[in-house]
């Protein structure tokens, strides 16, 4: 495949920006793509789109983390280790999420109807549900803490089920989420620009809005994925007959308790802080 052959996991590592630069051109062009050739179905064949561009890089980070299980005994050093490849993964979705936001901002409202009504739908339930809940006094902050805690634990738990029986398919779910995120800051950005200067304080307002929590539910969804697709890459190697599985599967239990931190602190950032600044 081409896009096998744009970068390595190796390079990516060492050459985030070019990462990152992929992941806002896979959205954009799956974005364009949809609108021409599918354009009824817009709001999902993006996100296919993107993901079908993504897979190559998905896949041979995965690999190659999974080697890093036989090679490296100390469990320390190996999610050290696994930094690299969760930094690739974040450069890659920062780049989808600056993809989406922009076509949200900058194209005609007509076209963003057609482009993201599924991921507006899925944001007006998200509000109906919580927000909600708060306005008319029947959640407690505790409640709603609790709720968006157990939300986020459910899209975990997708996540690394996608990632085990789909290597990584955990992509499709986080590039899901890069859409929402797209248009959540698009609304923002859309209700409060007056004139043209105003885009450039407003855009990044809008995305630290979102990002301030959103960043480490994402990255709790990465390692998430890093975990499931470590073993499903170890299954398709045949390493569960070996004694090495021992240590993948270990490594993968930490990952996927480090991510379950991960969730509950972006929560009570979500919670405690983000509307405090961002209101």
Do not use: C
Request: aromatic residues 14%.
């Amino acid at each position: 495949m081409v896009l096998e052959s744009l970068i390595s996991p190796l390079e990516a590592g060492n050459k985030l920006k070019r990462v990152f630069v992929f992941g806002f051109i896979y959205s954009v062009v799956g974005a364009f793509l949809a609108l021409w050739i599918f354009r009824s179905n817009a709001s999902l064949v993006m996100v296919f789109l993107t993901v079908i561009a993504s897979i190559p890089l998905m896949y041979l980070t995965l690999r190659l983390e999974e080697k890093k299980d036989r090679v490296i005994k100390n469990e320390k050093i190996l999610i050290k280790s696994h930094g690299k490849a969760l930094k690739v993964f974040m450069f890659l979705f920062f780049g989808m999420i600056i993809g989406y936001s922009l076509l949200f901002i900058f194209m005609p409202s007509a076209t963003t109807d057609v482009l993201f009504q599924t991921q507006t739908d899925t944001i007006k339930a998200i509000n109906a549900n919580i927000s909600g809940n708060a306005i008319s006094g029947n959640a407690t902050i505790g409640g709603i803490l609790l709720k968006i805690i157990l939300n986020n634990v459910k899209v975990l738990f997708f996540t690394v089920l996608f990632a085990f029986f789909y290597g990584a398919g955990a992509i499709f779910i986080l590039t899901w989420n890069a859409s929402v995120i797209g248009a959540a800051v698009g609304n923002f950005v859309n209700a409060r620009v007056l004139n043209f200067i105003d885009y450039f304080h407003v855009i990044p307002l809008g995305i630290m809005r979102y990002m301030t929590h959103g960043v480490f539910e994402i990255l709790a969804y990465f390692i998430g994925g890093l975990a499931g697709g470590i073993i499903s890459v170890a299954v398709i190697n045949h390493d569960i007959d070996t004694d090495n599985f021992k240590n993948i599967l270990k490594d993968s239990v930490d990952l996927i308790l480090l991510a379950l931190v991960v969730i509950i602190f972006a929560g009570l950032i979500e919670v405690f802080v983000t509307p405090v600044f961002f209101s």
